[in-house]
């Protein structure tokens, strides 16, 4: 079964700096998609960005970025500029291309906070 | 554009009492999913269901039922309450193409006294 870590409970920057989130994961898969999901304090599930494992140029939105690394199976967050409607939680997520197994596995989620 | 929709919001419930809560999505996905998110955990898949009248068990089913009658609407059904149901339930939906991730509701804060 897949697995998701992510080995950093909380972390803090200042605002406009920039801040990286780790994550891993376990698979014997080839094809499968990796997700940032922001959590805020309302509890929304929102999507930050995707990265399909076949494609091997990093995902980019504004100033969200991953570092894709598919043979260390890792999977970083990168949020430059980071400003105080950052803060929250983040999950990393996995989701496999297989037919009927198309579930989301999560991490344990990191507490980011911004410091004015 | 409603999305998915979760109701309530938030629930007391005694131990031992049952409840069922309600998810519907207007997007036409085809899979539907219910997780819980206990405090300061990620997200643990209770049960999921990739069209009208298939359901499957995720990792956390015990004291759960679900059942999809319309592609449109999930509910979950909690028997016979337990304090370690104390949770935030997430309900999500998707697409069959794995790509597109999910589109969650806004959360039941479910708590059992």
């Known amino acids: 079964a897949q697995t998701v870590t992510q080995s950093q409970p909380e972390m803090s920057v200042q605002e406009a700096e920039t801040v990286t989130l780790s994550c891993t994961y376990d698979?014997?898969?080839?094809?499968?998609?990796l997700f940032w999901y922001k959590q805020p304090p309302s509890r929304q599930m929102i999507l930050v960005i995707r990265?399909?494992?076949?494609?091997?140029q990093n995902a980019t939105e504004n100033r969200f970025s991953v570092n894709f690394q598919k043979a260390a199976k890792s999977f970083s967050l990168k949020i430059s500029d980071s400003q105080l409607g950052d803060a929250a939680m983040y999950f990393c997520?996995?989701?496999?291309?297989?037919?009927?197994?198309?579930?989301?596995?999560f991490g344990q989620g990191t507490r980011l906070t911004i410091n004015p | 554009n409603a999305g998915v929709t979760q109701t309530p919001k938030f629930r007391i419930l005694k131990i031992g009492q049952s409840m069922t809560l309600q998810c519907a999505q207007d997007?036409?996905?085809?899979?539907m999913y219910w997780y819980r998110q206990d405090p300061g955990m990620g997200l643990k898949l209770i049960y999921y269901?990739?069209?009208?009248?298939?359901?499957d068990k995720g990792e956390v089913p015990n004291g759960y039922n679900v059942s999809r009658s319309t592609t449109e609407d999930f509910p979950l059904r909690l028997e016979l309450a337990a304090p370690s149901q104390t949770s935030v339930y997430f309900c999500?939906?998707?697409?069959?193409?794995?790509?597109?991730?999910?589109?969650f509701g806004s959360g039941t804060r479910l708590t059992v006294v």
């Open positions: 698979t014997s898969e080839s094809d499968y998609y």
């Open positions: 997007m036409n996905h085809n899979y």
């Open positions: 990265q399909e494992a076949y494609k091997q």
């Open positions: 997520a996995y989701r496999s291309e297989i037919q009927g197994a198309q579930k989301l596995v």
């Open positions: 269901s990739v069209g009208a009248g298939i359901t």
């Open positions: 999500a939906s998707s697409w069959r193409t794995a790509g597109y991730g999910y589109t």
